[in-house]
Nanobody, 125 residues
Framework: VQLVESGGGLVQPGGSLRLSCAASGYPYSSHCMGWFRHTPGKEREGVAYIYTGTDTTYYRDSVEGRFTISRDSSKHTLFLQINSLKPEDTAMYYC???????????????????WGQGTKVTVSS
């Protein structure tokens, strides 16, 4: 299983980014996929999740309305659109998958068994 994130970078407050996660190496049936972020000194936290069986999505309360998780099933790619970026969104962002899992998807990082290497998002003026 391989997950490769991209799309991070330096952006000014109020800006937008779209993160991508290219997935390969596992059967593309119903899974849970999620985006997580980690800042040094804090625990890794989940921000957005999608159950691929029905494309049901849900979000951490603090990012609801600004973050949108989606996927292109034909290209096996997961996306995270982040709008109205804030300095507190600065973190390493990771995508993760829990293969062959039923809804509802776990929210905790421990519920996911494959991870990408991360892409860094820095929000600063």
């Amino acid at each position: 299983v391989q997950l490769v994130e991209s799309g991070g970078g330096l952006v000014q407050p109020g800006g937008s980014l779209r993160l991508s996660c290219a997935a390969s190496g596992y059967p593309y049936s119903s899974h849970c996929m999620g985006w997580f972020r980690h800042t040094p000194g804090k625990e890794r936290e989940g921000v957005a999740y999608i159950y691929t069986g029905t494309d049901t999505t849900y979000y951490r309360d603090s990012v609801e309305g600004r973050f949108t998780i989606s996927r292109d099933s034909s290209k096996h790619t997961l996306f995270l659109q982040i709008n109205s970026l804030k300095p507190e969104d600065t973190a390493m962002y990771y995508c993760a998958v829990r293969i062959s899992y039923s809804y509802p998807c776990p929210r905790a990082p421990s519920g996911y068994n494959y991870w990408g290497q991360g892409t860094k998002v820095t929000v600063s003026s």
